[in-house]
Nanobody
Framework: EVQLVESGGGMVQFGGSLRLSCAAS????????MSWVRQAPGKGPEWVSA????????YYADSVKGRFTISRDNAKNTVYLQMNNLKPEDTAVYYCNAHKVGIRYWGKGTLVTVSS
């Protein structure tokens, strides 16, 4: 069974930091690019960041560039999102997803709330 389980969300103050993790199982993690997508209350999904299979290539939305860092550990089947200098507008449910051509798996998300 394919599973992506996010963790590390919670409540943090403006300017604080959180590290999200996404543990994968049930598929060959190292063969999939990984992404984080978030959805704020009442808004549509927003792509946040992506990383390629080997971890050498990373991509960020302009809204998080310079503040968030994506990484992965293929030995642990886990992708991370280090979030620094958090702002209230970062409040959202954060989802990780695994993807390659024709296939995409999603986790159930973890809630991040940033208070001003």
């Amino acid at each position: 069974e394919v599973q992506l389980v996010e963790s590390g969300g919670g409540m943090v103050q403006f300017g604080g930091s959180l590290r999200l993790s996404c543990a994968a199982s049930g598929f060959t993690f190292s063969n999939y690019d990984m992404s984080w997508v978030r959805q704020a209350p009442g808004k549509g999904p927003e792509w946040v960041s992506a990383i390629n299979t080997g971890g050498a290539l990373t991509y960020y939305a302009d809204s998080v560039k310079g503040r968030f860092t994506i990484s992965r550990d293929n030995a642990k089947n886990t992708v991370y999102l280090q979030m620094n200098n958090l702002k209230p507008e970062d409040t959202a449910v954060y989802y990780c997803n695994a993807h390659k051509v024709g296939i995409r798996y999603w986790g159930k998300g973890t809630l991040v709330t940033v208070s001003s």
